[in-house]
């Protein structure tokens, strides 16, 4: 027995039929509008898995970026520091030179002058401050690290003491996955050639401060073998704040090529996403066109039910 | 003579059986949209013949019956497969509704509010400002959104659960109406086959059994009486005879979520028998799998989430320093268990207190990040991670960071969303098919019906013309006298 084709098997097929399209059509429309491909998790539960890990890896790397510009700028400010000391230093080398070779008197006792403007230059670049905190203080960072006690006189020639009340806590902020940079410096070693704390500065190195204050001793006592004394003192400490400040152009060095690297990751991640999530618009395009054709088909084909029969050729 | 009157009689039973005949046309055509009725057929048999000296003589047409032309096993499948489409369809619609909640495809969600709190701690870790207080402000808020972005995912995934247990209230009256009508058809039905097939009644039957497997998966038989039997699939009568037992809902004490939630019975005179569990399939079945079953899944994922990001977080921050010097501090509340611990995740009252007390640093001065680095690399850390259950220990769940768990928990409901969907649509299907099979057997259709009119037309004009036939030789043997 062939199958019998019942009115209310048409309707119902055709009824069927119609749904499956209109819903079709329905997440096209969906996708089109929306440029997804993924519009709840199921459309594909891996992709949105996928998708949401990317967004949170998109994420972690524009906070990495974030912390890249704060550490850029908190480094810079030491390399500021820097650069401004060694000025100082320059300038008092220059007196220094220029003091050797002056007869003593009045003139020395000017340069001598200008030394002690100089050590409180150097007294407040060592206490530089940066958002609030002193950049030379490690993490005690409200107070001032250095502290300056007397002051200059000169009968007997005396300079003011400075001492180091910050702690040698080293900031890192974390620039790529699993990898920090210092963004501090311990304002001792810097300053005092102090590196492990002692009190006394290291072999090689000098505390500024005293070379500052010797160096104006020496001068307004006119002594000459201590002025003398002072140039290969100076010439250290040029060098030593030029390693700390290659040390801070090597973190922005690094800085760089890490924020390059996450750059690129940046660029990556949001193609791999648009890849994961974004709809193939020419595609979407071109299924909403056959799909409404489809639909106003099986509308047209609905409105045509009720094929002809017997009836309408009865007179 | 007498035999021409016989004649007559012949004719005139003709006439009537073929005007029944189109009676039961127009019935038919009449329900050629009726839902659930079986187009029904006159049968009819040659008249009983006599038997005379030319041998045995025709006496014409006698109607035997009115027959329903159903197929009873496709009767049986779509009272079976509309179960699986019952369940299948709440099923579907629960997990639609728990992936649309927990789903952030289209805006921030969970991911988004861990990302953001991870990066408070970073932005903590930058700071320059002595004491950070912007920062640890900032740790605050993020600390706060997470927690209630924890707390509004979790009542709305029990709003859900709510939902569904008022489907199942509501389930109940509907089954009891459809037992009682399907008692009270068999009623009819038994008084009706003394004499007949009672065929629209056992139409409106299998409709109401049809209704009433959507909604609950049933067993039937018919006994020899016409009345059919109707139990739950573990053996508990629903209908026997001409007498429906009811269901009604109780309370669920042990309930995990909530004591009020309803359960099943069937009431048998004072006796309440808890059926709840033998439910398999029909709405009802997947109103029950998706309260007890789908949602608790869904709320329990957020639970693990919320547990061992607590504990994650507690475990560092604990063993870092507060700008007042204070230690040992949660971040979190610390939650008990896995269980619940979404809609338990709060800030810890020392932090709420004072953002002083949040352990940045591993020593209480001003600018030490250490701690807070350490918290911000959180983040990508993976661990095993706690599932409910699990007693205090070593945790048994994969290793995962807490990122990427939230994402499998997306990615998992997604799936199982999916998953049901493709069996839904394989099911309407299935189920169209089948009521395709039932309409192509059982449906009505007019071209056959206005067949059979023409034929049963040409059959009555041929009988009265019988008639006329007789009457003229009537007329010529009465001329005779």
Redesign the interface.
């Known amino acids: 027995m062939g199958?019998?084709?019942?009115?209310?098997?048409l309707y119902?097929?055709s009824l069927?039929n119609l749904d499956r399209t209109r819903g079709q059509l329905a997440r096209t429309q969906e996708q089109a509008s929306?440029g997804?491909r993924?519009?709840?998790?199921?459309?594909?539960?891996?992709g949105?898995?996928?998708?949401?890990?990317l967004?949170?890896a998109t994420?972690?790397v524009e906070?990495l970026l974030?912390?890249g510009s704060?550490?850029r700028a908190?480094v810079a400010a030491l390399d500021d520091a820097l650069a401004s000391t060694s000025d100082l230093v320059i300038r008092a080398r220059e007196l220094a030179v220029q003091g050797a070779n002056s007869p003593v008197g009045d003139s020395t006792a000017e340069i001598a002058r200008e030394i002690e403007s100089l050590f409180g230059a150097l007294v407040a670049n060592a206490n530089t401050r940066?958002?609030?905190?002193y950049i030379f203080?490690?993490?005690?960072?409200?107070a001032a690290p250095f502290t300056t006690a007397g002051a200059f006189s000169d009968a007997p020639p005396t300079a003011p003491t400075v001492s180091f009340v910050g702690?040698s806590?080293e900031?890192?902020?974390?620039i790529e996955?699993g990898q920090?940079v210092r963004v501090t410096l311990d304002g001792r070693r810097v300053f005092q050639g102090d590196a492990d704390g002692d009190g006394n500065p290291d072999a090689g190195r000098v505390d500024l401060f005293q070379v500052f204050g010797d160096l104006r001793n020496a001068l307004v006592a006119g002594d000459e073998t201590a002025i003398g004394a002072a140039l290969p003192e100076l010439d250290t400490a040029l060098r030593q704040l030029g390693t700390e400040r290659t040390a801070a152009g090597g973190v922005l060095s690094q800085l760089d090529a890490a924020e390059q690297r996450l750059a690129n990751q940046e660029v990556r991640l949001a193609s791999r996403l648009s890849e994961v999530?974004d709809a193939d618009l020419a595609r979407v395009v071109s299924d909403l066109v056959r799909q409404e054709t489809a639909l106003q088909a099986g509308l047209s084909a609905m409105g045509r039910l009720m094929p002809p029969?017997?009836?309408d050729f009865?007179a | 003579m007498s035999s021409l009157f016989g004649i007559l009689g012949v004719a005139e039973r003709g006439m009537s059986v073929t005007s029944l005949g189109i009676r039961t046309a127009g019935h038919n055509i009449a329900n050629?949209?009726t839902e659930g009725f079986s187009q029904q057929r006159q049968v009819t048999a040659p008249g009983f013949p006599i038997n005379t000296d030319a041998g045995p003589l025709g006496t014409g047409v006698e109607q035997l019956t009115i027959e329903r032309i159903t197929d009873f096993f496709v009767q049986r499948q779509l009272m079976r497969e509309g179960s699986r489409l019952g369940a299948n369809d709440t099923q579907t619609q629960a997990?639609?509704e728990i992936?649309?909640i927990?789903?952030?495809?289209?805006g921030p969600g969970l991911?988004?509010a861990?990302?953001s709190f991870?990066?408070s701690f970073?932005?903590l870790?930058?700071?320059?400002?002595?004491?950070a207080p912007v920062e640890r402000a900032a740790v605050v808020t993020a600390g706060q959104a997470l927690v209630d972005q924890f707390g509004s995912l979790d009542a709305q995934l029990r709003d859900v659960m709510v939902g569904l247990d008022n489907g199942i209230a509501n389930a109940v009256p509907a089954i009891n109406e459809l037992t009682a009508r399907i008692a009270e058809l068999n009623e009819q039905i038994v008084a009706t086959e003394v004499r007949a097939p009672a065929n629209d009644l056992r139409d409106m039957r299998e409709l109401a059994m049809r209704q009433l497997s959507e909604l609950v998966d049933v067993q039937s038989y018919e006994n020899d009486d016409g009345a059919v039997a109707v139990t739950l699939s573990n053996g508990a009568a629903l209908v026997e005879g001409t007498s429906a037992k009811t269901l009604v809902t109780t309370g669920s004490p042990g309930n995990p979520f909530n004591p009020g939630f309803a359960s099943v019975a069937v009431q048998d005179g004072g006796n309440l028998f808890d059926v709840t569990a033998d439910i398999g399939s029909g709405r009802l079945g997947g109103l029950l799998r998706s309260r007890d079953t789908l949602v608790p899944a869904a709320i329990r994922s957020l639970d693990t989430l919320a547990y061992n990001l607590a504990n994650s977080v507690n475990t560092v921050h604990q063993g870092g320093v507060g700008l007042d010097a204070s230690t040992g501090n949660d971040f979190f509340t610390a939650p008990a268990a896995v269980e619940d611990a979404a809609a338990n995740l709060a800030l810890d009252a020392t932090i709420l207190a004072s953002t002083d007390a949040i352990a940045a640093?591993t020593?209480s001065?001003?600018?030490?990040?250490?701690n807070a680095?350490t918290l911000?690399?959180l983040?990508?850390q993976r661990s095993a991670l706690f599932l409910p259950g699990d007693p205090p220990g070593p945790a048994s769940g994969p290793s995962r960071s807490i990122?990427?768990h939230?994402?499998?928990v997306?990615?998992?409901?997604?799936?199982q969303?999916?998953t049901q969907?493709l069996s839904f649509d394989q099911q309407?299907r299935i189920l169209?098919g089948l009521?395709?099979r039932r309409?192509?057997?059982s449906?009505?259709?007019?071209?056959?019906e206005?067949?059979r009119l023409i034929e049963l037309q040409a059959a009555f004009q041929a009988n009265a013309r019988v008639v006329s036939v007789v009457d003229t030789l009537m007329q010529d043997v009465l001329g005779l006298i």
């Not at chain 2, 927990?102 to 289209?106: A, G, H, N, Y």
């Not at chain 2, 870790?125 to 004491?131: F, H, M, R």
């Not at chain 2, 001065?365 to 250490?370: E, M, W």
Request: glycine share 10%; hydrophobic share 30%; proline share 2%.
């Open positions: 199958t019998r084709i019942t009115q209310s098997m119902r097929m069927a929306s997804l993924i519009n709840r998790p199921s459309d594909d539960p891996l949105a898995g996928t998708a949401l890990t967004r949170a994420d972690a906070q974030r912390n704060a550490a908190r940066y958002g609030g905190g203080a490690g993490y005690a960072a409200e702690d806590g900031i890192q902020v974390g996955e920090t999530q029969n017997l009836l009865l | 050629v949209n997990l639609r992936e649309t927990l789903d952030e495809q289209s991911s988004a861990l990302s991870y990066d970073d932005d870790a930058n700071a320059t400002t002595p004491g640093g020593t001065q001003s600018l030490d990040n250490r680095q911000a690399e983040r990508g990122l990427e939230a994402g499998a997306i990615s998992d409901i997604g799936q969303s999916r969907q309407t169209e009521q395709s309409d192509s057997v449906g009505v259709s007019i071209d056959e206005t067949t």
